[in-house]
């Protein structure tokens, strides 16, 4: 499920090198330490992330996306190029049958490759041709021992994560400000959440990363109370960009023999760049899970899922994966997938322009007066990187919310990432063109020369006096909620209930409550706030939020 507010955008950026840069350490399948590379500690004044020692050595660049570049890619052009009589499904035909308004919204070619498994297709669920060979090289260039190719996004890579490594009963530490997809993993997989509360900026109303010293707090409460832990869960990067230190937070678990899973949906590109923050598996993860549909160019919906490591059981993984997607994936998915991998392997050099477009616009938005710049300085705790193309602006000392602001930028047809209440993100891409980002740094100006006296005397109601996150009460596992007898009650009278669904306001998308969590008057006057905003609920059975679902017999 995605977590985007808004129609996903193609926001934009800029600027020059970082000045932090050493060259990262030629790329590998892990069978070396992860330790290979030390990371040196970032600028928080110009929020550049933390750089490895050694420069990657991406594939050279080569011929266009074909032949033996692109495996999956070239057997599905080879196939749909067969002059023969189909009798299988899909039943448009390679789109001999397709609906015309289709036709005319996406073209023939989309339909003439929208194949079944055929045998030179191979099977995703038993790999030996030709997605085998293209995860094989993903696996070689993304620097994994095994990747997955995913057709349900990283959602179902999580949950496959989680239940290939928690039985039923295991305890799982996981950031209290995880996807929902995490959550969705716990009520699959039965494995029941020590939570870990991120630090959490009200004046920005964005949760950071978690610390190696809670995960090692965390670990220490369970192991007291004889507790089985499955797994560590970590988000890095947040959706604002936030990394956490991974390859700390695995030393703190591989001593123990637990695996590290890390929910990397926002840093498939980490490994593509030396001014990126290192990548989860080069840290020393077991399991990281990438939403290469987010900020490298396959297809929506399609995502990978990298291994390394011997802690982790991939056959366990397998299965889970065979459990949780489409007994029918998509070609046309899985061959974006093979594509992207392909374009990064041909031109190493593929994000100097963004990055440093997107460093550029940082500077530039930084000094205009009445905006500011999420960077690592926002945050107390020591976190040790943030995505250079994550960029997230707030306009409240002109007392202007991220709506607001949004809404201005939006007249200029500038389209975000993602609106909070208090700031607005841009996630720069491959995609993003100079004459973008100049855009959005002239928007910005005229939004600061417009407001700036205008909005001197007013009120700013956007504040919020309490984090979401400060205070939960569990009263049973997610699992157990979640198929418990439910009932509906309305919003302001549910306090002191057991919640029995997932409450997530979007933004921040920090779930507010998670079921089998008690209604508390804190969570109630957020979640009130939040809605009385417009904001939008994910998870929750009435998205207007008038009611929730709780635990009654
Ligand atoms: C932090 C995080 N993890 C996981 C996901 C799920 O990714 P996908 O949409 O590829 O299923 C998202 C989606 O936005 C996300 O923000």
């Given amino acids: 499920m995605s977590m985007l507010l808004l129609p996903p955008s193609s926001s934009r950026s800029m600027a020059p090198p970082p000045a932090l840069r050493s060259p990262r350490a030629p790329i590998s399948p892990r069978t070396e330490s992860p330790r290979r590379h030390a990371i040196a500690r970032c600028d928080t004044s110009r929020t550049t992330p933390r750089i490895s020692e050694t420069e990657p050595t991406l594939a050279q660049p080569s011929a266009p996306v074909q032949g033996a570049t692109a495996p999956l890619v070239q057997a599905l ?37 929208d194949l079944p498994e055929l045998p030179e297709l191979d099977d995703l669920f038993y790999p030996n041709g030709v997605i085998l060979d293209a995860q094989n090289q993903a696996a070689q260039l993304f620097g994994s021992s095994k990747t997955w190719f995913l057709v349900n996004g990283s959602t179902c890579g999580i949950q496959a994560a989680v239940m290939a490594t928690c039985c039923p009963g295991d305890y799982i530490v996981v950031p209290r400000n995880c996807h929902i997809s995490v959550i969705s993993a716990l009520v699959l997989s039965g494995a029941v959440p020590k939570y870990i509360v991120p630090e959490y900026n009200s004046a920005w109303d964005i949760a950071g990363g978690i610390t190696p010293s809670q995960v090692d707090k965390a670990l220490k409460e369970l192991e007291k109370d004889d507790k089985k832990v499955g797994a560590v869960l970590v988000t890095s990067p947040t959706y604002h960009g936030i990394c956490s230190d991974v390859q ?7 001593p123990l023999h637990i695996p590290v899973i890390v929910d990397e949906a926002h840093g498939a590109h980490f490994r593509f760049h030396h001014s990126f923050p290192s990548t989860a598996i080069e840290q020393g993860a077991d399991l990281a899970v ?5 900020v490298l160019n396959s297809l929506t919906q399609s995502s990978m899922l990298h291994m390394a490591g011997g802690l982790v059981d991939a056959d366990k993984v397998s299965q ?6 489409s007994s029918s994936p998509s070609y046309l998915l899985l061959s974006s997938l093979d594509a992207a991998r392909a374009q990064l392997s041909e031109n190493a050099k593929s994000f100097d322009e963004p990055v440093a477009m997107a460093l550029e616009t940082r500077d530039q938005l930084m000094v205009i007066p009445g905006l500011s710049v999420l960077d690592l300085s926002c945050f107390a705790s020591d976190f040790p990187a943030i995505d250079p193309l994550r960029v997230t602006l707030s306009a409240s000392d002109l007392h202007l919310s991220g709506y607001e602001a949004d809404d201005i930028l939006e007249e200029h047809q500038i389209v975000c990432e993602l609106v909070g209440t208090q700031a607005v993100t841009f996630a720069v891409n491959l995609g993003t063109r100079r004459q973008d980002v100049q855009k959005l740094v002239q928007c ?52 002191g209930e057991i919640c029995g669904e997932l409450i997530c306001p979007y933004p921040p998308g920090i779930p507010v409550l998670i079921p089998g969590e008690v209604v508390t008057q804190d969570s109630l006057s957020y979640l009130i706030n939040v809605r009385d905003q417009g904001m939008t609920i994910s998870g929750a059975a009435d998205g207007e939020l008038n009611s929730i679902m709780y635990e009654g017999r």
């Fill in 77 to 113: 052009k080879s196939t749909a190029a067969q002059d023969v009589s189909c009798f299988h499904f899909p039943g448009h035909n390679q789109g001999k049958a397709a609906p015309s308004s289709m036709l005319d919204l996406i073209g023939a070619g989309a339909f003439s490759h």
């Fill in 248 to 254: 700390c937070i695995v030393d703190v678990c591989h």
């Fill in 290 to 294: 990438q939403s290469t549909h987010k």
């Fill in 320 to 325: 889970c994966l065979q459990l949780l997607q």
């Fill in 444 to 495: 910005a100006k005229h939004l600061s020369d417009k407001y700036i006296s205008a909005n001197e005397s007013r009120f700013s109601k956007h504040n919020y006096v309490c984090s979401p996150l400060d205070k939960f009460f569990v009263k049973l596992p997610p699992r157990e909620a979640f198929f418990t007898k439910k009932r509906r009650v309305c919003m302001e009278d549910s306090l």
